[in-house]
């Protein structure tokens, strides 16, 4: 069974940075596509950024040039590093594991950006 346990959020003012990280455990880490996706209260849950395992990267546009997807594998780790942060970025982040037709979910981390 694969887990996946989020942890770097907070809050922080306008402007600010933050960086969240994703362990996850079990050997399927290496070969997977790994996500990051946000949801506010009232929407829909968004994908973020992804990256796969060949260490290609997909960002919303939203985020882009603001946020940036990273994985270390020897640590089966992703990470998400997120500057210039708004307002509008304010919502629950959850880390997602693709592998084949497997997926796994991660328990969520608060991130609010506000004065």
């Known amino acids: 069974q694969v887990q996946l346990v989020e942890s770097g959020g907070g809050l922080v003012q306008p402007g600010g940075s933050l960086r969240l990280s994703c362990a996850a455990s079990?050997?399927?880490?290496?070969?997977?596509?790994m996500g990051w996706y946000r949801q506010s209260p009232g929407k829909q849950r968004d994908l973020v950024a992804r990256?796969?395992?060949?260490?290609?990267?997909y960002h919303a546009t939203s985020v882009k040039g603001r946020f940036t997807i990273s994985r270390d594998a020897a640590k089966n780790t992703v990470h998400l590093q997120m500057n210039s942060l708004k307002p509008e970025d304010t919502a629950i982040y959850y880390c997602?594991?693709?592998?084949?037709?497997?997926?796994?979910w991660g328990q969520g981390t608060q991130v609010t950006v506000s004065e």
């Open positions: 079990g050997s399927i880490f290496s070969t997977a596509v």
């Open positions: 990256i796969t395992s060949g260490g290609s990267t």
């Open positions: 997602k594991l693709d592998s084949g037709s497997r997926s796994y």
